[in-house]
């Protein structure tokens, strides 16, 4: 039985943008969309000041060819982000929770610029705010984004909300024999090249101590069962 209230004060969720897209694999689906906003708003109205960083890869995966400019397919899955964060905010305020779009690169007619000592203010006032454009530089991911904003608004934990239940020691749809870790070092996940984030994430979050919690996104009620300190995905962290 997990926690009568919930063990985090402020985290950050990050969803992959294939989380969004559901069974299809592309694109936004509207019942997918529907039920991570109701998991979200759940875990807001217990108190929990949430930020969201959102990917793009329902939308734009990186370079398509190989003669593409890296940068320019960069720029190009940041601009994807910011899709998925207006449909994200657009279902959360829909259901009358007040949420705020911040993006790393200026775009003033559809949302705020990030600035953190705002989005910090946002948070305190119970509104939730959602991060897009990633940091607003090429060939930095946005795991590395939800790493870096949750060290600047001090954040006590990641969630990472993923197509798959946890980290396991190898691809589980390609070889049936991996095996899932329920806890796992910074240090083992660079050391063994697990691609639960990317190495520049994982870093980050072990040099400011942050926590990171990897879950599958598709069970009923993840994100409220990991903020009340249920025991389910894999806990990433500093402890042996």
């Given at each position: 039985m997990g926690q009568v209230k919930p063990i985090y004060k402020r985290v950050v969720i990050k969803l992959s943008g294939e989380a969004l897209s559901g069974e299809r694999g592309f694109g936004i689906d509207k019942e997918v969309l529907n039920m991570v906003s109701n998991h979200i708003i759940e875990v807001h109205n217990m108190g929990v000041e949430i930020a969201i960083v959102v990917g793009g890869g329902n939308i734009w995966r990186g370079r398509n060819s190989e003669s593409m400019d890296r940068s320019t397919a960069d720029y190009m899955g940041m601009l994807a982000t910011v899709i998925n964060a207006l449909a994200l905010q657009d279902a959360l305020e829909g259901k009358g929770v007040p949420t705020r779009v911040q993006t790393a690169i200026e775009m003033r007619q559809i949302a705020e610029p990030y600035i953190r000592r705002k989005a910090v203010r946002h948070l305190e006032k119970d509104r939730i705010v959602i991060f897009a454009c990633?940091?607003?530089?090429?060939?930095?991911?946005?795991?590395?984004?939800?790493?870096?904003?949750?060290?600047?608004?001090?954040?006590?934990?990641i969630l990472l909300a993923k197509n798959v239940d946890g980290v396991y020691s190898d691809d589980p749809k390609k070889n049936p024999e991996a095996k899932m870790y329920n806890h796992i070092t910074y240090i083992e996940v660079l050391n063994k090249g697990l691609s639960v984030m990317d190495t520049t994430a994982i870093s980050?979050?072990?040099?400011?101590?942050i926590p990171i919690m990897?879950?599958?996104?598709?069970?009923?009620?993840?994100?409220?069962?990991?903020?009340?300190?249920?025991k389910i995905g894999t806990i990433i962290d500093g402890e042996v």
């Open positions: 990633g940091t607003g530089n090429p060939f930095f991911s946005t795991d590395t984004t939800a790493a870096l904003r949750a060290a600047e608004i001090d954040a006590e934990v980050l979050c072990m040099d400011n101590n990897v879950f599958g996104l598709q069970s009923e009620n993840n994100i409220k069962a990991v903020t009340m300190g249920d």
